[in-house]
């Protein structure tokens, strides 16, 4: 099973700042990894898939990067909506699995 | 529009069993795999099984090995998962995913469906 690392775990930000996120994986992923945005009691939202390609309808502030094991998600300049919880997930290997999670605070 | 309607939540005892379904409509139903993953509260999502629902092959995560099974109707576009042998620990939320075309993400999530597992 390959262990998904996210840090920070919590990251306060000022609206209109930006944001980086980071994702390990235990080993490489290649391009398979996805970042997921979830809200309290809603389903996760699929934001970036291939490591660097924006899903449907999801904002150009969010941007992705990386291959094999190091994986960065970059919100460019924060809006309100965007104060959540982040996952990624890898999908190279079964079983998928998903990092742990960066919430995003209002700083 | 892509939606995934999940049937409604859930209290069960321990030792029981537990059936969620998973209408889709939208799109094409055996075009796409479908995944379900659970989440526990204040937890990381947690993969469980993927369906070919085409074919109706399967995979399940070994930690669910002997207790989950992932079934499809085509004929009525829903995915069906059902958990055996239920514990405490077993009290999720449990979604059906669909598979991005060509890929193993999730481009479209259910609503989840809440599971109760208490004595």
């Known amino acids: 099973e390959i262990m998904m690392t996210q840090s920070p775990a919590t990251l306060s930000v000022s609206p209109g700042e930006r944001a980086t996120l980071s994702c390990r994986a235990g080993?490489?992923?290649?391009?398979?990894l996805a970042w997921y945005q979830q809200k309290p009691g809603q389903a996760p939202r699929l934001l970036i898939y291939?490591?660097?390609t924006r899903a449907t309808g999801i904002p150009a502030r969010f941007s992705g990067s990386g291959s094999g094991t190091e994986f960065t998600l970059t919100i460019s300049s924060l809006q309100s909506e965007d104060f959540a919880v982040y996952y990624c997930?890898?999908?190279?290997?079964?079983?998928?699995?998903f990092g742990g999670g960066t919430k995003v605070e209002i700083k | 529009q892509v939606q995934l309607v999940q049937s409604g939540a859930e209290v069960k005892k321990p030792g029981a069993s537990v059936k969620v379904s998973c209408k889709a409509s939208?799109?094409?139903?055996?075009?796409?795999?479908m995944h379900w993953v659970r989440q526990a509260p204040g937890q990381r999502p947690e993969w469980m099984g993927w369906?070919?629902?085409?074919?109706?092959?399967?995979i399940y995560s070994q930690k669910f090995q002997g207790r989950v099974t992932v079934a499809r109707d085509t004929s009525a576009s829903t995915g069906y998962m059902e958990l055996s042998s239920l514990r405490s620990e077993d009290t999720a939320v449990y979604y059906c995913?669909?598979?991005?075309?060509?890929?193993?993400?999730?481009?479209?999530w259910g609503q989840g469906t809440l599971v109760t597992v208490s004595s």
């Open positions: 995913v669909r598979a991005m075309y060509g890929g193993n993400c999730g481009d479209f």
């Open positions: 939208g799109y094409t139903f055996t075009a796409y795999s």
């Open positions: 369906i070919n629902t085409g074919n109706g092959n399967t």
């Open positions: 080993q490489s992923i290649n391009s398979n």
């Open positions: 291939g490591a660097s």
């Open positions: 997930q890898q999908y190279n290997n079964w079983p998928l699995t």
